[in-house]
């Protein structure tokens, strides 16, 4: 079946602008991540979903950074007022429902890449 | 807070010799621990885990075993081949309704004929 989508893949933009980054899960995943992997800083959690809400954003670098989940399904990063220090691969992963005390792989999908200029 | 710590890389070696990549991290309670793969081209692909201590991870002639006493989860292989050169992530994630995994900085693998 088909896996994590996201788009683009490729994003170029200039400092100052805003950005908006899609995430596809794969269907029935109810939880979903964003991370972001950067140069020198490995890979790096953002936030959370369970459904459309969520429970853990403490990974957010700034409040120039919001996500959203909706109809429990596509999720959109967006990144407001865009710094060269934000130019880094954004991924997206996702999962079944974490059951008490166990384990659901993440699927995490291809990337996006934001370059800012 | 979590944290792990892995090897610095990029590590060269070339095909058939033995492979380790150390892994140690710092987490409350007891977490489950990861290692991932990304290959050339390619996304992020989980490897091998681990939930319990002495609990031994494996897949495709890789090897982690969980060990609490020294806080490691190592990653061995007998003998690499040139198609294992990718980039090995190792992670964890604890067991209290936090989902998130949280990574080491990664270490480049690359294998020469």
């Known amino acids: 079946g088909a896996g994590v989508s996201q788009s683009p893949s490729n994003k170029v933009t200039e400092k100052g602008k805003d950005v908006e980054l899609r995430c596809d899960p794969i269907?029935?995943?109810?939880?979903l991540y964003w991370y972001r992997q950067s140069l020198g800083q490995g890979l790096e959690f953002l936030i959370y979903?369970?459904?459309?809400?969520?429970?853990?954003k403490s990974g957010l670098p700034s409040d120039r950074f919001s996500a959203e989940r909706t109809g429990g399904s596509v999720s959109t990063l967006t990144i407001q007022r865009t710094q060269q220090e934000d130019s880094a691969v954004y991924l997206c992963a996702s999962s079944l429902d974490h059951p008490a005390g166990g384990y659901n792989e993440q699927f995490f999908g291809p990337g996006t890449r934001l370059t800012v200029l | 807070g979590n944290s792990v710590t892995q090897m610095e890389g990029p590590v060269t070696l070339s095909e058939e010799a033995f492979l380790t990549i150390n892994c140690t991290y710092t987490a409350t309670g007891y977490p489950s621990l990861f290692w991932y793969v990304q290959y050339p081209g390619e996304g992020l692909q989980l490897l091998l885990k681990?939930?319990?201590?002495?609990d031994k991870g494996s897949n495709k002639g890789f090897e982690a075993t969980y060990r609490k006493e020294t806080t490691s989860f190592h990653l061995e292989k007998g003998s690499v081949q040139v198609s294992d050169s990718a980039v090995y992530f190792c992670a964890l994630r604890t067991n209290f309704g936090n989902e998130k995994l949280t990574f080491g900085t990664g270490t480049r693998l690359t294998i020469i004929p």
């Open positions: 269907s029935g995943h109810t939880a």
């Open positions: 979903f369970q459904g459309n809400s969520a429970p853990d």
């Open positions: 681990a939930t319990k201590a002495d």
